[in-house]
């Protein structure tokens, strides 16, 4: 079906682990991004691409890494996990950015332990 | 910086009650503002979106914005609220990349 998902939708880790949120769209939208939702923060931007091979930082990049070797995939990496990343993940793609909007996936709930 | 920010944090209705939520913006040139909704153990769907032309925008499930420029404002109403729009609301702008603000809290009681 077409659509973006995410995987895992929940995932348990511990302290110093390195874990890989996935996120996979369907529709060739350009732009990608990665949010963490947290109580009092809203969603806060952590990284985005505009296409292929071109990533750059949000608002909370540290302790993320993304890549984007395909336009329909957009992997977040927490290389050493912290509990302060325990958080609920959200890829979101839009065709062009701005103008056309932005959908969202169902979310991926990390719990670092 | 481009931000949003929302000013209530938790607003507590009773049904058939009206509801308004603020939002303002601060942009620079063109300005893409958006409100989502994300119902309890859900990802967020939109409600709304504003790009140009008429400020007044209409969304689903009966809620609407209204754009000031002058106020830099884009706040969210809806007349007569059901127990089923117990949810959180953001606000959101965009250039190419977009930005939320913290969130609004809104229970409605039966």
């Known amino acids: 079906d077409a659509g973006i998902t995410q995987s895992p939708r929940y995932k348990i880790t511990e302290t110093g682990r390195q874990v890989t949120l996935m996120c996979h769209q369907t529709?060739?939208?350009?732009?990608m991004f990665w949010y963490r939702q947290d109580l009092g923060h809203g969603l806060r931007l952590i990284y985005y691409?505009?296409?292929?091979?071109?990533?750059d930082k949000g608002e909370v990049p540290d302790g993320y890494v993304v890549s984007r070797s395909k336009t329909e995939n957009f992997p977040l990496t927490l290389e050493s996990a912290t509990r302060s990343q325990t958080s609920v993940y959200f890829c979101a793609s839009s065709p062009t950015g701005g103008n056309y909007g932005y959908t969202f996936g169902s979310g991926t709930r990390l719990t670092v332990v | 910086a481009q931000s949003v920010s929302q000013h209530n944090h938790h607003v507590i209705l009773s049904e058939a009650a009206s509801l308004e939520l603020g939002c303002n913006y601060s942009?620079?040139?063109?300005?893409?503002l958006f409100w989502y909704v994300q119902y309890p153990g859900q990802h967020l769907q939109l409600l709304l979106k504003y790009f140009s032309g008429d400020p007044l925008v209409k969304g689903i499930k009966g809620f609407e914005a209204e754009f000031i420029k002058s106020k830099f404002s884009f706040n969210l109403r809806k007349p007569s609220v059901q127990w089923s729009d117990t949810a959180e609301y953001f606000c959101?702008?965009?250039?190419?990349?977009?930005?939320f603000g913290a969130g609004t809290t809104v229970t409605v009681r039966a």
């Open positions: 942009y620079g040139g063109t300005v893409n």
């Open positions: 529709w060739s939208h350009s732009y």
């Open positions: 691409s505009a296409a292929a091979d071109i990533t």
């Open positions: 959101a702008g965009a250039d190419y990349k977009l930005s």
